[in-house]
């Protein structure tokens, strides 16, 4: 089983900066597993915000690309979502998403609520 705990989050500013934690723990191979951030907004599906694979390779929202940056610890079990120029429309509950193989497994949430 894999546990996903996540922190930071919070209210901010438009403009400001809010950064989001997510420790992995549990048994799971590290090798091979994406992890990243989804984000839903009140009455929107969830969305990809950010993601990194196994070797490194991240991958974007178009509407984050230049103000959010996901990065990882060296242990590959710990990532961290910084997010730069935040706009209203980045409110929502942020989760954090370990997926390998055929299995993905999500953290509780954290709201995000920035404010104009």
């Known amino acids: 089983q894999v546990q996903l705990v996540e922190s930071g989050g919070g209210l901010a500013q438009a403009g400001g900066s809010l950064r989001l934690s997510c420790a992995a723990s549990?048994?799971?191979?590290?090798?091979?597993?994406?992890m990243g951030w989804y984000r839903q907004a009140l009455g929107k599906e969830r969305e990809l915000v950010a993601d990194?694979?196994?070797?490194?390779?991240?991958e974007y929202a178009d509407s984050v690309k230049g103000r959010f940056t996901l990065s990882r610890d060296s242990t590959k079990t710990t990532v961290y979502l910084q997010m730069n120029s935040l706009k209203p429309d980045d409110t929502g509950v942020y989760y954090c998403?370990?997926?390998?193989?055929?299995?993905?497994?999500w953290g509780q949430g954290t709201q995000v609520t920035v404010s104009s």
């Open positions: 990194i694979s196994s070797s490194g390779s991240t």
């Open positions: 998403n370990l997926r390998r193989a055929a299995r993905s497994y």
């Open positions: 549990g048994s799971f191979n590290r090798f091979g597993a994406t």
